[in-house]
């Protein structure tokens, strides 16, 4: 919070937004800001159809008096557009400023094909969903984009991705904001970019454990990446390449898609289940024909699933050594009882009993829109943070 006097409009919504200060007292008492002050920047907010009074009626108020008006974000003025690419498939969405699923798209899309192709596509099913929902394409806000490889966040291009030929260095947020434009019509947004477990990471703590201040989401399909959030913000380290633990040695022979060998992606994937179920016969080409097996009771591919969260949970026995997580989720193809029953056996094993007492080991919440609901929260939250609101605001010409 900015000194005394210098409290922003932003700052006032933000603390509305986080349920911290819903009335104009509350939020005099939250900034030390004069009443008239508080009127005035909350004014501006109403003017762009920001904010809302609460449907709930007034409520007693800090400082005493008349009850007070409850005031709310208002989430009608915009909506939100993400995708979540998987190496064959892809999911869209429209989602409300508030997270809420408007409507859906999930078809077959190949990352081989290059980001050209597979961004233009996703303009128009862009296109294609507003109409199903409901809504003029000037009313998106921004997309979020989550894609299955490493990110620069800060230029939103993948980099050296190991499973998404053709797409390293390429300007993704160009690309997909032009593919929108030529679709609808509509001027260019703002785009987000990420890597996909970050995303479903940032989803689900924010869904199911806002209070969790260290949590850590694995996701298994055709790689192995993780995500961590920390205090409610996403960590991706220097070069966003926290979490990317696919990568990490384990000792075996197996060749890994990044070029190395013995990689932990290479043996306990979904990728790498399904190469060991076709050596015995099995008929499975990828991380989502095991993902049906498992959920047909196959022997073979549950065994083959409990011994590779047995290879994770080894690793990430060192993962919760280091970040001591409250909420440790597994998510992707794998994710079933086989998995977390391997993953648990060998985690709790290996970490310190300090670093677990209170951890809780369990599978996805949000399951395949769990990286759809952390794209949109992502945009939502970089438009709507204190230091953008008030260029935002002049932009609205209020
Ligand atoms: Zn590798």
Redesign the pocket.
């Known amino acids: 919070m900015s000194a005394r006097g210098q409290v922003s409009a932003g700052e006032l919504l933000q603390l509305v937004r986080s349920g911290r200060a819903v009335t104009r007292g509350a939020l005099q008492q939250a900034t030390g800001l004069s009443r008239a002050t508080v009127g005035q920047r909350l004014d501006r907010l109403f003017r762009a159809g920001w904010l809302r009074e609460g449907a709930g009626g007034p409520v007693d108020s800090p400082l005493g008096g008349r009850p007070s008006i409850t005031l709310e974000f208002d989430d009608s003025h915009a909506v939100v557009l993400a995708a979540d690419l998987e190496t064959r498939h892809a999911r869209a969405a429209v989602l409300s400023l508030t997270g809420e699923i408007l409507a859906e798209h999930s078809g077959t899309l190949a990352v081989e094909d290059g980001p050209d192709v597979v961004l233009g596509d996703l303009g128009r099913w862009f296109g294609e969903l507003l109409e199903k929902a409901g809504h003029r394409a000037e009313e998106v806000c921004g997309i979020g984009l989550a894609v299955p490889g490493p990110v620069d966040t800060a230029s939103g291009r993948v980099v050296q991705p ?1 499973i998404m030929p053709g797409w390293d260095g390429y300007d993704t947020r160009e690309r997909l904001a032009r593919a929108f434009t030529e679709a609808t019509g509509a001027p260019p947004v703002p785009v987000l970019v990420d890597n996909d477990a970050n995303l479903m990471a940032y989803g689900e703590q924010r869904t199911g454990f806002p209070d969790c201040s260290a949590f850590v989401l694995v996701k298994v399909s055709t790689g192995i990446g993780a995500g961590v959030v920390v205090d409610g913000s996403l960590f991706r380290g220097v070069d966003g390449g926290a979490g990317d633990i ?2 990490i040695r384990v000792g075996a022979e197996a060749r ?5 060998y013995g ?4 043996v306990a994937s979904g990728g790498a289940v399904a190469r060991r179920l076709a050596e015995d016969g099995v008929p499975a080409a990828s991380g989502s024909d095991v993902r049906d097996l498992l959920a047909a009771g196959h022997p073979a591919a549950s065994a083959l699933a409990r011994e590779a969260g047995r290879q994770v949970g080894d690793v990430l026995a060192t993962v919760v050594t280091l970040l001591n997580p409250g909420v440790l989720m597994i998510a992707g193809d794998l994710a079933g009882t086989a998995f977390l029953t391997g993953v648990r056996e060998l985690l709790y094993q290996r970490a310190l009993p300090r670093s677990t007492a209170h951890l809780h080991v369990m599978t996805s919440r949000l399951g395949e829109r769990a990286g759809l609901v952390g794209a949109g929260a992502l945009v939502v939250e970089h438009l709507y943070a204190p230091e953008r609101v008030e260029e935002r605001l002049v932009a609205l010409g209020v």
């Open positions: 190991p696919g990568h890994c898609r990044c070029g190395s990689c932990l992606a290479a």
